[in-house]
């Protein structure tokens, strides 16, 4: 065991040497952020090829580094990458011709590898031969355990040596020693599951400037602003990006560009190997036949995107100096107006130096114009933006808010800065004194925003919502179907009284409902959402605003299935002319002759029912008392009522036929009517 530890961290040690000696690696130039949760570096430096440029990386960074890594060099001496398989131990192992257990002595491993020639010294002398056996003399209480290798040597002699008095062990055969050094570095790097090296072979001589670009997962960057009300001028937008170095490496001296935009990125299984399933064919004629069925697994992968390396546009651009490598040619805006503004501003806040902003086609980007250091595993707060804005503040109620009797305090801002403002939290400051919070999404420049930071204790406020009421606009009526136009009106009202000393500018901002107008009062600004009032509010008094808002709808009805009742309801509207009421209360009156109609059928129906139920009764108590003898008379009157009966019924036959006849006639003429009658 003493001795294998010995030769294993001997070997070991070599391969690190070696290694260190060869192992070249390239600094961090530049690093680009974006809010997609992937940065963009690129790494550059002098390079030779007398050993690989190394890059390490965590496991669940390669797959975006394998999907993006470009490397150049100036001479074109890059001849390719390499990079440990993510593979188990235990497969990566399985190559070897043989294997170093845990605890195992050198003795184990010389007798598996028996029949291999191994050199040695031993003292002065040099001792060679091939491996006959190796074992280990257990221990007793007189002495340790030893360990003993028995050679064939080249003159034909076996010979027994005690393996702790060979020095300088090693195997004749370079491919085998190769294999041991092999085996023990994948043993070492398996140690640190969380780190992955990836190797990058020169091929010609001499020394390169080398670079390497990649996107690897990394956190979005955060920004966060100060809005500062003085008490006269205009108040200043004051941004800070927040960026965490979580890479592994230190960023000294980079050029770091920070972009307002999300593009789109994805996962994928690209290092990993994959193993494709095959099946299982028997040989042919042997065992009896059976049908082959193959199955497959499908297996749904998530996928979440990180970002395509910059274009060569965007390389040059960066190259420059100017971040925002996805601008076209002449998209960039001139910032040197801008910057002077900004510089003066700066000595007035005691901020050295704001970032630059340009538009990159539809991304925007932040510029840092002085080099940045972040060392690994820290996070820091770098100023992107000091400028004077335009803002006012005023007062802002919306159904959306938590408090409701109450407006709230805000502002409004116009983007006139120059540049794109990421969206993000904002601190106000009014006077020199911390006045609320409030919150934004990214503003384009010449946008503005509605933004509230607190509530607005000094001005009361009531809503008064009103029961809406309906009002027809329109009938029409055409091959029988009546056609309506109606609105539905619905009114709130809104009461607030200021008990402040100062007049305010109140803005009511009202969700826009589905199909609803505005009728009144005229809408101060429109959003993808809501309507936007203002009122101004008296010092001290009171103000209040009525909006009233209108749903236009249609319906239509079959007008043959519509009653007396609801057609009635139609003749009643102003809004119907004068001959189309006409119209309507023709049909009406038509329909209340049907009605009477089925009414008088319905009666005389219901009669004829009776008297057949009497003549039924009439019959069974002629037919009893003709078995009874002397009951004749009795018969006899039965037959005389009976008869008058049959007359009766006769008579209502006829007449229900008459009515059914009539009800024919008037059902086609309101259908005549109705299919006649347009207006």
Known sequence: ????????????????????????????????????????????????????????????????????LSVSATNG????????????????????????????????????????RIEAMRGADRVQGTILSAQTVPATSQTPAREYVTLLEDGGAMNSYEVASLGQLRFANAKLQQQVADYLRIVAESRNQERRSVSIDLARSGSTQLSARYMTPMPVWKSSYRMIFGKEGKPVLEGWAVVDNTSGADWSGISLSLISGKPVSFLTNIYPPVNVERPFVPLPGIGSTAPVTYESEMRVQSAIAPAAAPSPAMEKALAGGVVGGLLGPGRARSMAAADVEERSEARLSGLASVATGIEAGALFAYNFPDRVNVRKGESVMLPFLQKPVSAQRLLIYTERQPVTNHPMLAFEMTNDSGVTLDGGPVTVFDGGEYAGEALFETTKEGEKRLMSYGIDLGTSLRMEPSSGTRTVQEISMQRGILSVKSKQRSTVKYTLSNADSRAKTLVIERLIRPNYETVSPAVSEKTSTANRFRLPLPAGGAASLEIVEEFPFHESHQVSNLNEDQLMMYTRNQALPAAARQALERIVAKK???????????????????????????????????????????????AVELGALQTDAAGRE??????????????????????????
């Open 1 to 68: 065991m003493k001795h294998l530890s010995c030769i294993g961290l001997g070997v070991a040690a070599a391969l690190v040497l070696s290694a260190g000696a060869g192992a070249q690696e390239i600094p961090v130039r530049r690093v680009v952020l974006y809010k997609n949760g992937v940065g963009y570096v690129e790494r550059g430096g002098e390079a030779t090829a007398s050993g690989p440029v190394t890059l390490t990386f965590r496991a669940d960074e390669m797959t975006d580094v394998l999907k993006s």
């Open 77 to 116: 001496s890059v001849e390719r990458v390499r990079f440990s398989t993510d593979e188990s131990l235990d497969a990566k192992l399985r190559a070897f011709p043989f294997r170093i257990n845990p605890g195992e002595n050198m003795a184990s491993l010389l007798d598996e590898l028996r029949g291999e």
């Open 592 to 638: 209340r002759q049907i009605a009477e109609n089925q009414r008088q059928s319905v009666t005389v129906q219901a009669r004829i029912e009776s008297l057949n139920s009497q003549m039924e009764r009439v019959r069974r108590n002629m037919g009893s008392l003709n078995s009874i003898a002397g009951q004749q008379a009795q018969v006899q009157k039965l």
């Open 654 to 679: 006829a007449e229900l036929d008459r009515l059914r006849e009539a009800g024919l006639t008037l059902k086609q003429e309101l259908d005549a009517l109705i299919e006649s009658t347009q207006f």
